[in-house]
């Protein structure tokens, strides 16, 4: 039988933080908890040995990273901020650690504590240009070759630098500045809803609308209202005699007029020709 997992330790938010500072020192800027989490705020210089004494010490026991993630602050002098995402498996509880530093200062990696911060240190050196010292192969990882900038600061344009297309005249995909033809674009699809001077197929059709508000290519004073006065129309006739009868003042064969209808009690027949069985219904 598997042994139950641990309760998640929130309420041991105020032991972790002093633990924490009692064993991190002049390394720990400040702490607090904030929704139930708890933030530690380090010095860059002393973020390895920081990570290295929240896995190994008893009480903290962080053994895992779980995810690097990056925060750009652009009107900090230090605008970057690397967050290490770490989870205590034995305590069931979370802790977020704060690395602050520019596009120019490197922050030291500790890919020799988990190797798996490699991949996620090349993800923020491509998203944000935070330059990571110790990292044996510190390349872009998501971004194409070639590609300038990094996509995720605050400064970049949302449309980018360069453009990707496949040239029919080079036979190959090649790069080039982006280039917008116009602001606004205003595709022209003889669309009369814009005031065209043209006139589609088929708007004589609708010279009047089919009711008040009803839509039409028209423009304001080309327009018949539709409460005005129509052309009067002669109703059609029917098609056939007597099977489409216009008036109800002909009688014959129609039972208007007539007390019954055609419906007189004399017409019924004397007795039915099913003979109901008595508590089963009709016969079976």
Sequence with gaps: MRAPAPAYAAHLNDATIELAQATLGAALSHAVA???E??????????VRALTALRDTPGLEYQQ???????DYPERPERFEVVYCLLSLTRNHRLHVHVSTDDVKPVPSVTGIWPVAGWLEREIYDLYGVLFSGNADLRRILTD??????????DFPMTGFVEMRYSEEEKR????PVSLAQDFRNFDFQSPWEGAEYVLPGDEKGMLPEAKGAPTPLKADEIQKADATRTPTE????????YAKT?????????????????????????SDVVPTKGEGQNQ
């Design 65 to 71: 990273l779980m995810e690097i993630a990056g925060v």
């Design 34 to 36: 904030e929704v139930g």
């Design 38 to 47: 708890v933030k530690l705020y380090v010095e860059r210089e002393d973020i």
């Design 173 to 176: 995909v090649v790069y080039q």
């Design 235 to 242: 109703a059609p006739k029917a098609g056939s005699e007597p």
């Design 247 to 271: 008036t109800t003042t002909d009688t014959g064969k129609t039972g208007a007029g007539e007390a019954h209808g055609g419906n007189k009690a004399e017409s019924k027949p004397q007795e």
């Design 145 to 154: 070759y070639g590609f300038r900038g990094h996509p995720l600061r605050k």
